[in-house]
Each structure stands twice: as structure tokens, then as C-alpha cells.
């Protein structure tokens, strides 16, 4: 569709083509609406994206968003979509000295090895039937909470009985994850591994009173009603692209180079302006479903925008012509690094890391995790890449808030990267550095990308990767029957900013669908 096709009217608009605006889209053709995704940039895919940033370098990397969980297989089987995820075979490895000793602790490789590991750094079985009892706990919420994800929101009181668990409900729901965290687990690393779930793209202290940690760890330990978070075939772009290919087939248009700047409505029905390079135009709709954040929708309608959004991570893209040593040589580098390689995340390291950022420093030892995708999937390298050994890893930073690069994004960018590479070189017989390879101009292949390189590149509030804090998955005051509903009766938010949004689920994409058949009759 060019600029010249204005006025043309659709039952639906989509605003953003990432994968939550693809799946609505998709849903909606499917049912026989005509549709429109308008897409700003010359590309599908928003944050779920894979593509090439070394120069001259056959590695396609998931660049932002790169695990899956929260996708449920309803929308894959839905949509027909040609797309799969794979378990890794480790869950998480995390180093530590003790006594003078390089040492960790490796969870997964069967019940046997995982508890001997947890014998082996605490002196005890304890911690591992603690861990036992917990993660028992979590995936029985997690069974019964996900399949809610994709029907209409529960009440809290209804969410409650559905859980049946007032243990479980007061631990996850009511008391600071913290509370059941040093209840629960004695040894500081234990604790710690449990703590990060709740940190994620998060900025909070585990006993924070607001229980943003809480809501971030609900969402990190019930996906797919195990908790498990997968590796996406391909890369997280063969998500979106497969979701691409599904819309258009379905007859749904979609229109990249597209940029909405201004929704007009009545509540019946919609006008939206739209720019390109030839200028601006018009298109009408029944229903607009916007996939951008809470502020850009308030900016689109005219509305007083929502509180500012402030984003805490750091993300890291790295290939590597090898995977490094271990100073821990009883852990072989391609388990360890095989699933969640985590990085000064003790718990009070954690603690620590917190209260520095919160008072405005730079965390003195940046918590982090890393993972290697292509250990479990070597098919976002080339086949000489391959036959070569290299590998990529992923790096998340935590507790490191927009606030902290104000002053000079560049440079705190460059320190931080620093700090935090000196924190994975301490538990490292070889320095990473060596390690890296080089790409066509013979500059390292490794990119960082901070808060406010996301809000930049993406439009992300604050660079926040879930657009504002995540919410209960139940209702709350002004959320509607969907977790979707604006104060606009025929505009509805399917973005990560949407009540059960946040990572790569396509739930509020689905739900935003649902929600305009419901009010079309489908």
C-alpha cells in the first residue's frame, strides 16, 4: 500500500508490526476482516528480530529479545505457524569461589547430577529439597495460571481460588519475594539464582514494597505452565517472520516505511494519519490495535501520556571464535554456557548491586547472565562459522536503570561494558577478549546495548524492554474484561504495555483480537 491509497477503510488497523501486532493481524484476517499493519521502520519484527551486526559476518543473532517462554503453543497451532523452540539441556550454572577454590553450581542433567552439585557447594542436601519444594510450588501456579493468559482476565479473588494454594498465593502475591527467599534457601548463591527471575528488565530490591519483583518473577516461572524459557529455531527473528508470512497470508496487509502519527475517534469509528516518504495520508477502521507502548498510544489519541517508564538492563551481543576455559574445571564450558551463566548474582551481591544504582553509581560488580544460543541451535551461524567452532553469547545486565547513562550514554556504555566483563573474566582461565572474533574490519564482534539505546532504536519508554512495570494477570481497576481496552471503545493497546504483556508471548496480540471479534460478533 502506497500514500496514494488514502482513505481507503479497513475493519482493523494495526499499529506496529512487531509480533504482538502480527498476531492480532493474523487472527483477524483469519476470521475474514480486512486489515492493515502500518509499520514504521522497513521491517517485521520490532524487538523480536534477528539480524547480522557484525560487519561481514554470517551470524544472524536474536539482537534484543532472545529466549521464549510465554509464547503459548494455542497461537502457534492457531496461526499454523511454521516456527519451533528448543529445550536447553542445562537450566543454569553459577560460579563462585569458596575457600580459595573456583567452584559453581550446575542445575540440570537429570535430578541425580543436580542435587549432587547442590551437596557439593552447600555441604548438605538441604538446599536442594528446598529448591525442590519451591520450584514444586511454582509449577503447580504456573499450570494453573498460564492457560488464563489467553481468556478473558480472571478477578483476583477468582485467580486466587483457581491457584488453590494460599501458600503459594501469600509467597508469590501478597509478601516481598524476598521474604520467602531467605525463608526458604540458607546459602547466598542459592538464594541468589532464585532472586535474578525477579530482577529481569526489572530495578527492584527483593523486599521492594510496590512487588515489581514479584510480578516480573510470576512471569519468569510460568511460561508454557513449566517455567521453562526455550531457545527460538533460527533466532527470534524466525518468530516474526513466520508470524509475517501467516498475516499475509491470510490477506492482511502490511505496510512497512509506514509511520502512524495521530489516531482520530469517536469511539465508532477511526481515522488514522500515517507518514511515508511521499508525504503524509489518511485511512479509516473499525477497531485500531496499537502494538507500541502506553506513552506512544497517549501520543497517537491526544491523551495525558501514563507515568514515565524507566528501563534497567544491558544487553551484549558477542560471537566468539571459542567458548573461554573455566577457572571451575569440573564444568565443561559447553554446559555452563549451554544455559543461564549467571554473574556476581549473589544474593547480597545482588543486594548490593541495588543500593549502589538506586544512590546513583554504577554498580561496583554489575550482576549479569549469559547464554549461548548456539550451542542448542547452530543454525543462526554460517556452516564455515560452524565447522570453525565459534559460538555466540548473549549477555543481560541488571540493576543498571536509564538514569545511570543521562549524563553521557556513551561512556558509562563503555565503563559498564567494561566492569561487567571483568566480572565473567574473574570465573574465566582465558580473558574473553581472546576469545572474540573479529569481524570484516577487524573490530571485535561485540556490541552493548543500554536503556537508552533501546528507547532510541526502538521507541522503548526508557528503554524498559516491558514498556511499563508488568501487571497482575487479573483484573485491576480500568483494565477491561481483555487487558487490551482503552478509554477508547473501538482503540485497544496490544503491546507489551497491555495487562499480561511483557517478553515474546503474542498474549496481548491474541487478546486484542479477541476482543474486537467479541465486539463485531465473530
Known amino acids: 500500500m502506497t500514500a496514494h491509497e488514502a482513505h481507503r477503510s479497513y475493519d482493523a488497523v494495526v499499529v506496529g508490526a512487531g509480533h504482538n501486532g502480527l498476531v492480532a493481524a493474523a487472527y483477524l484476517a483469519r476470521a475474514g476482516r480486512s486489515v492493515l499493519v502500518l509499520e514504521r521502520l522497513g521491517h517485521t519484527g520490532g524487538a523480536a528480530v534477528s539480524t547480522r551486526p557484525f560487519a561481514g559476518v554470517d551470524a544472524r543473532l536474536s539482537r534484543y529479545s532472545y529466549l521464549v517462554s510465554l509464547l503459548p503453543k494455542k497461537i502457534v497451532r492457531d496461526l499454523g505457524l511454521d516456527f519451533r523452540v528448543r529445550a536447553r539441556t542445562i537450566s543454569s550454572y553459577t560460579p563462585v569461589e569458596r575457600a580459595g577454590r573456583a567452584t559453581g553450581l550446575l542445575v540440570g542433567g537429570g535430578e541425580r547430577r543436580t542435587r549432587e552439585a547442590f551437596a557439593q557447594l552447600t555441604g548438605s542436601e538441604r538446599e ?253 551461524l554460517g556452516p564455515d562459522l560452524v565447522d570453525q567452532g565459534y559460538q555466540t553469547l548473549t549477555l543481560f545486565g541488571l540493576h543498571t536503570p536509564a538514569r545511570l547513562f543521562e549524563a553521557d550514554n556513551d561512556s558509562v556504555r563503555e565503563e559498564l561494558l567494561k566492569s561487567t566483563l571483568a566480572q565473567l573474566d574473574a570465573h574465566l582461565a582465558e580473558p574473553l ?36 512495570a508488568l501487571a497482575w494477570p487479573h483484573t485491576q481497576e480500568g483494565t477491561g474484561r481483555w487487558g487490551v481496552e482503552t478509554g477508547h471503545a473501538n482503540v485497544l493497546l496490544c503491546g507489551a504495555g497491555a495487562v499480561r504483556g511483557g517478553g515474546v508471548s503474542g498474549v496481548p496480540g491474541h487478546n486484542a483480537a479477541m476482543a474486537v471479534l467479541e465486539a463485531t460478533g465473530a
Open 433 to 468: 577478549a581472546d576469545c572474540l572474533a573479529v569481524d570484516a574490519d577487524g573490530r571485535p564482534c561485540i556490541e552493548a546495548k543500554t536503556p537508552l539505546d533501546l528507547e532510541r532504536d526502538l521507541r522503548l519508554p526508557g528503554g524498559n524492554i516491558f514498556h511499563r
Open 128 to 380: 536442594y529439597e528446598a529448591w525442590q519444594r519451591f520450584y514444586g510450588m511454582t509449577g503447580r501456579v504456573a499450570e494453573r495460571v498460564f492457560p488464563t493468559l489467553t481468556e478473558p482476565l480472571p478477578t483476583r479473588d477468582e485467580l486466587r481460588r483457581r491457584i488453590d494454594d494460599e501458600e503459594a498465593w501469600r509467597t508469590l502475591f501478597e509478601d516481598p519475594i524476598g521474604v520467602a527467599v531467605e525463608d526458604r534457601f540458607a546459602d547466598d548463591l542459592v538464594r541468589g539464582v532464585v532472586l535474578t527471575d525477579a530482577l529481569i528488565g526489572t530495578f527492584a530490591d527483593a523486599h521492594d514494597p510496590s512487588l515489581a519483583q514479584n510480578r516480573c518473577f510470576l512471569y519468569h516461572v510460568i511460561g508454557g505452565g513449566t517455567g521453562a524459557w526455550d531457545v527460538p529455531v533460527g533466532g527470534m527473528g524466525a518468530l516474526t517472520d513466520a508470524l509475517a508470512t501467516a498475516a499475509r497470508e491470510a490477506g492482511a496487509v502490511v505496510a512497512t516505511g509506514h509511520e502512524a502519527v495521530r489516531i482520530d475517534t469517536d469511539g465508532r469509528a477511526a481515522e488514522i494519519t500515517y507518514r511515508t516518504a511521499d508525504g503524509e495520508a489518511m485511512v479509516g477502521a473499525r477497531h485500531v490495535l496499537v502494538n507500541a507502548s502506553p506513552q506512544a498510544l497517549a501520543e497517537l489519541t491526544g491523551d495525558a501520556p501514563p507515568a514515565p517508564a524507566e528501563g534497567a538492563q544491558l544487553k551484549v551481543n558477542m560471537l566468539l571464535k571459542r567458548l573461554p576455559r573455566l577457572r571451575d574445571d569440573s564444568v565443561d564450558p559447553r554446559e555452563a554456557f549451554a544455559g543461564t551463566f549467571h554473574i556476581a548474582e549473589g544474593y547480597e551481591q545482588l543486594a548490593t548491586a541495588h543500593a549502589q544504582a538506586a544512590a546513583g553509581r554504577l554498580p561496583a560488580a554489575p550482576p549479569s547472565e549469559i547464554y549461548c544460543h548456539s550451542l542448542t541451535d547452530p543454525t543462526i
